[in-house]
């Protein structure tokens, strides 16, 4: 059974410009959590997607945004990027998501952004 | 709005050892689940335990076993026979409602470090 693939690996962008990540879930999984990844604030919660629908949200301005499509695959975007925007972007799946209870959560192997 | 501490930044332990990972938490909610995951310098999280609020028995996946106190809201990680390739980050989460979502929140994370 494939894990959770993310794409693209690394990316490297100018500040002001946008970037979208992209997110397959395991087969069967329909929630998709997104999560950054910096070595000051550690991990946070961005947003979770359950059939479609923006279910669960963080503490991330309006410049953070993504959607899910009807394959559960989830992309994330980010506008007008800001050099603080650099960090590992994790996404997450899992069967029932966040609000039905899901006793796992299997992490995909990140997207590292560099926002210069 | 939930809270996890991790008070251990990083720890040693001797191979073939036993270690236990602390992690206390802080919600008002009645029902919430508790996850350990494990991370590797490559940077994937990787998922080991999970504890539900009401689950009667501590939680055990292999060589990892969750010690859950729920009056003293702790659910440290203990780890039995230490391999080598348990060297990594582990954090503690919740999941929970904040804000009037639910989301999970991550701890700081522990660093172990198995020593030959």
């Known amino acids: 059974k494939a894990g959770v693939t993310q794409t693209p690996r690394y990316l490297i962008k100018t500040r002001g410009q946008q970037v979208t990540l992209s997110c397959s879930p395991i087969?069967?999984?329909?929630?998709v959590s997104w999560y950054q990844q910096t070595p000051g604030q550690g991990l946070q919660f961005l947003f979770e997607?359950?059939?479609?629908?923006?279910?669960n949200k963080g503490n991330f301005p309006g410049r953070f945004s993504g959607r899910q499509f009807s394959n559960s695959r989830s992309e994330m975007n980010v506008s007008t990027l800001e050099l603080g925007d650099s960090a590992l972007y994790l996404c997450?799946?899992?069967?029932?998501?966040?609000?039905?209870?899901?006793?796992?959560?299997?992490f995909g192997p990140g997207t590292r952004l560099t926002v210069l | 709005a939930q809270k996890i501490t991790q008070t251990q930044p990083g720890m040693f332990v001797q191979e073939k050892e036993a270690v236990t990972l602390d992690c206390t938490y802080d919600t008002s909610d009645q029902s919430y689940g508790l996850f350990w995951y494990k991370q590797p310098s490559s940077g994937e999280m990787i998922f080991l335990i999970y504890q539900g609020s009401y689950d009667e028995q501590n939680a055990t996946e292999g060589r990892y076993s969750l010690n859950f106190q729920k009056a003293r809201k702790s659910a440290n990680l203990v780890i039995s026979a230490s391999q080598l390739g348990d060297s990594a980050m582990y954090f503690c989460a919740m999941r929970g409602f904040s804000g009037g979502y639910q989301k999970v929140t991550f701890g700081t994370g522990t660093k172990l470090q198995v020593i030959p």
């Open positions: 997607y359950f059939s479609e629908t923006q279910r």
């Open positions: 997450a799946s899992s069967r029932s998501g966040t609000s039905g209870g899901a006793r796992e959560q299997f």
């Open positions: 087969s069967g999984h329909r929630s």
